[in-house]
């Protein structure tokens, strides 16, 4: 046998060796945190998911997004046939559009109830376009001059229109302004009419506005103790397969670095941390 020959067998186990142990922190780098989460909280959590990727490298942060009345009937399937969403893996965290359907979930004892954490609250805010050089600076100003016209979105089929109305009423502005409300399908065509010159002012969720900052102007926030802002929340799913890693993930979206990059996106601090 030659020298050459003689070499190849253990060089060839060195390698395969090799190879393992790289397969092996491949995989271990690649340990999944699975969160569900609502399309309307999508850029907060991909940037809450990226956040904790950075601190915590062995880490990747999967995020499947469901709405509603089907994520309900997915947790209730994982609940009653198993440990698996629709075949990719077990689901950490979940991350609605409300903390109403965690009130529900937890009802129904598919999340635990004391992993809960409230991440964000969704301010409302009067919005001018970026141009504009003189504004109001509130919506009670812009209430006093009957020059304003003030475009909300519809208060018979959206949240932002309901949420608007309330606090109009509430502050004892709706008879100022009722003549002047221009009304819009949502919150896309709240902006629409603003830009395109319909409205003088416009109230949409600071989400909303924080998507449109190269064109609009964020004026004042109006929702306060008479309309509570809405508060956005993630929870342990019951059959988590790793509460260690969930909680570390839970407790680092509280962390002053998180809530400044929420901050951007036009979230407010949710109830029990600091603004």
């Known amino acids: 046998m030659s020298s050459s020959s003689r070499c190849r067998g253990p060089v060839a186990l060195v390698v395969a060796v090799c190879c393992l142990v790289m397969w092996g922190a491949v995989a271990q780098a690649e340990e999944p945190l699975i969160i569900v989460a609502s399309p309307s909280v999508a850029a907060a959590v991909e ?3 990226r956040d904790f990727e950075v601190t915590h490298p062995g880490v990747r942060v999967r995020i499947a997004y469901d709405t509603g009345l089907s994520l309900r009937q997915t947790i209730a399937t994982v609940e009653n046939r198993g440990r698996y969403f629709i075949g990719s893996g077990p689901i950490h965290l979940l991350a609605p559009g409300g903390d109403e359907l965690i009130d529900r979930l937890r009802h129904r004892q598919y999340v635990l109830a004391d992993a809960r954490v409230s991440y964000a609250s969704v301010p409302l805010v009067l919005v001018v376009p970026e141009s504009l050089v003189e504004a109001p600076p509130s919506l009670e ?3 006093r001059d009957a020059r304003v016209r003030i475009a909300i979105a519809d208060p018979v089929l959206t949240e932002l229109g ?3 109305i309330h606090v109009l009423d509430s502050n004892g ?3 100022a302004v009722r003549e002047r409300l221009d009304i819009a399908a949502d919150g896309a065509g709240v902006l629409d009419h603003l830009l395109n010159g319909q409205a003088d002012v416009a109230v949409v969720f600071g989400p909303d ?4 900052r190269d064109r609009i102007r964020v004026v004042a926030v109006v929702s ?3 309309s509570p802002a809405k508060v956005h929340s993630m929870v342990m799913e019951r059959s988590c397969p790793n509460r260690a ?3 570390e993930f839970l407790a680092s979206i509280r962390r002053p670095a998180a809530q400044a990059l929420l901050r951007t996106l036009g979230y407010g601090v949710p109830p029990g941390v600091r603004d």
Not at 209 to 212: L, T
């Open 173 to 175: 502005l709706m008879q």
């Open 47 to 49: 940037a809450l998911s």
């Open 224 to 226: 306060g103790d008479s």
């Open 141 to 143: 100003a812009a209430a």
């Open 245 to 247: 890693l969930c909680a």
């Open 209 to 212: 506005a924080a998507r449109e």
């Open 162 to 164: 309901r949420t608007t």
